[in-house]
């Protein structure tokens, strides 16, 4: 879901200079209340909060973020804010998605797949080892995997065990060959694998995750100050090139004019996504920023709960649809940056079609569906995650709906009470979010899941998809998206746009963000 905090970050409505300074965001943000005593995660010891000055700036590099992790277990919750710290940063993949979508080899030197697409042999990097000292062996990986597999619910959330349930088994061969077999061909598995689904951990540490960290990568925390910041350091250990920075701060936020005070005064490095779209002309001076406008792979949605009595009807669904004008609440949350959405893709995805105009904006059209579904009177509760660009949104929503006789009452919800409540026990009727993770239609095929979806031909057709062949899988997954749009499944409002904000010095941020990590392995100061 909701995500990453992709990745992580959620913006405000339509609102001049002045009142950005009331916003709150899902991935970066404002002046923070230090919340107790710090904890320390990992390895011992302080670490600054404030960005280099300009005879170390080699050495610290400090990130604004939104949305403060509840655990450092990237896998735990449905949100992907401890993932925007440490994938790729403290925790590693067998592949990586790069910043043009393409798979590379990170811990796997190299993979083979079988003829029959059943089987992948992952080839090992015999150098990687763990922050521990021990090395990544095959063994090592099954574990992982095998953690996924047969996770409880309380255990690891099921947006990342979903993605193993194609797995039949793993084994290790030798201390550097992985095979796993899979119960019929997947287009989209190994893709998932190169994201959070896929992070390796120290099969030792497990147990711990919440609280420390157990990677193989180029960092691992160093100290967890909950309501301010996590600082990463440097795993001295590290198998592979060095990182550039000593340390690497993600400072928290909950007012996005504040982190941008912060940026100017320059005790910010970047803003990894910009919470105040309609700020950013204070960056304009190219001498002084680097602003970048690329894409995400999150779907700002408008969840609808199928289970609600009234959301079981189609029509009420469809005259929901046609209710928002979402190039509005484009303009109004992002100040016109992204993509408006007709289905759960976006223009990166290999099978991404503009299907904006199925239910498009249509109030009179609405309001006679509702007639026909026999609906006079109608109350729903809005439950949006409390977060700006979740927020602000609804308030649009609020409204658009109103002005075709459907009455919403807005209950914002802080993140522990939004997993709790929405995502957990589906109590709400609509919701807000963006949904980070990549090519993740395969949410709909779980009833379970918060928005309780359950359609044969939706589930027939993804999977007829993710089992067709590499050439067939985009026009057949086409199908599949075109059934969630016509079935009004969810209202998609818009791709969250990557508008990340850096030093002018500052260089090797990629322009479009294809995981769920800010990835700062890629970073350098000139």
């Known amino acids: 879901m909701a995500h990453q905090t992709r990745s992580v970050r959620r913006v405000a409505a339509r609102r ?29 010891g302080s670490a600054s909060t404030t960005s280099t000055t300009t005879t170390s700036a080699a ?10 992790p509840q655990t450092l277990d990237p896998t735990k919750l449905a949100y992907v804010a401890a993932a925007q710290v440490e994938l790729f940063n403290v925790y590693e993949t067998l592949v990586k998605i790069d910043g043009d979508g393409r798979l590379q080899p990170l811990l796997a ?52 065990s979903t993605w193993m349930k194609v797995v039949s088994g793993a084994t290790a061969v030798d201390p550097t060959t992985v095979k796993v077999v899979l119960s019929r061909p997947s ?52 198998w592979g090139t060095q990182p550039r920075f000593d340390t690497v701060t993600f400072k928290y936020f909950t007012d996005p004019n504040a982190m941008n005070t912060a940026m100017l005064a320059g005790t910010l490095d970047i803003i990894s996504n910009e919470q105040a779209p309609d700020a950013l002309a204070q960056f304009a001076d190219p001498a002084a920023f680097t602003v970048l406008d690329g894409g995400t792979n999150g779907e700002v949605t408008l969840a609808l709960n199928n289970s609600s009595a009234a959301l079981k009807n189609v029509k009420v669904r469809q005259a929901i649809a046609m ?36 239910n498009s904006y249509d109030p009179e059209k609405a309001k006679a569906l509702l007639k026909e579904a026999g609906v006079a009177s109608l109350t729903l509760r809005l439950r949006p995650l409390a977060v700006p660009y979740a927020t602000a949104a609804a308030t649009d929503v609020a409204a658009m709906l109103k002005a075709v006789g459907i009455n919403v009452t ?7 009470t939004w997993i709790d409540s929405v995502f957990l026990k589906a109590d709400y009727d609509l919701s807000i979010v963006s949904h980070a993770e990549a090519r ?54 818009y791709m969250m746009p990557n508008l990340v904000v850096s030093k002018a010095t500052v260089t090797g941020l990629p322009k479009n963000q294809t995981t769920d990590s800010f990835d700062v392995t890629t970073i350098t100061n000139r």
């Open 323 to 358: 209710a928002i004008d979402k190039k509005k609440i484009l303009d109004d949350v992002e100040a016109g940056h992204g993509v408006v959405l007709g289905t759960m893709d976006v223009p990166t995805d290999p099978y991404y079609e503009d299907l904006s105009a199925v």
């Open 109 to 160: 030197q190299r993979w083979e797949l079988s003829p029959d697409r059943l089987t992948y042999t992952f080839f090992l990097n015999p150098a990687a080892k763990f922050a521990s000292g021990k090395q990544v062996t095959a063994d090592a990986v099954v574990k992982n995997i095998d953690r996924l597999r047969t996770a409880t619910a309380d255990a690891v959330n099921s947006k990342y």
């Open 59 to 68: 050495k610290t590099l400090t990130v604004g973020a939104s949305l403060e």
């Open 410 to 416: 807005v209950s914002v919800e802080q993140p522990g």
């Open 440 to 493: 993740d239609l395969n949410t709909y095929t779980n009833p379970q899941y918060y928005w309780r979806y359950t359609s044969a031909a939706f589930n027939a057709a993804w999977l007829a998809a993710d089992s067709a062949s590499p050439e067939e899988y985009p026009e057949a997954m086409k199908k599949a998206a075109r059934i969630l749009a016509d079935d009004a499944a969810s209202v998609w409002l």
């Open 187 to 238: 287009n989209t598995w190994l893709y998932a694998m190169g994201d959070t689904t896929g992070i390796i951990a120290d099969p030792d540490g497990f147990a711990d995750l919440a609280t420390k960290s157990a990677g193989s990568g180029p960092y691992q925390v160093k100290e967890w100050r909950r309501g301010d910041s996590i600082v990463l350091e440097r795993n001295p250990g590290y």
């Open 16 to 44: 001049s200079l002045a009142a950005l300074a009331a916003v709150v965001t899902f991935g970066l943000l404002t002046a923070c209340t230090p919340g107790g005593e710090p904890t320390s995660p990992g390895a011992s």
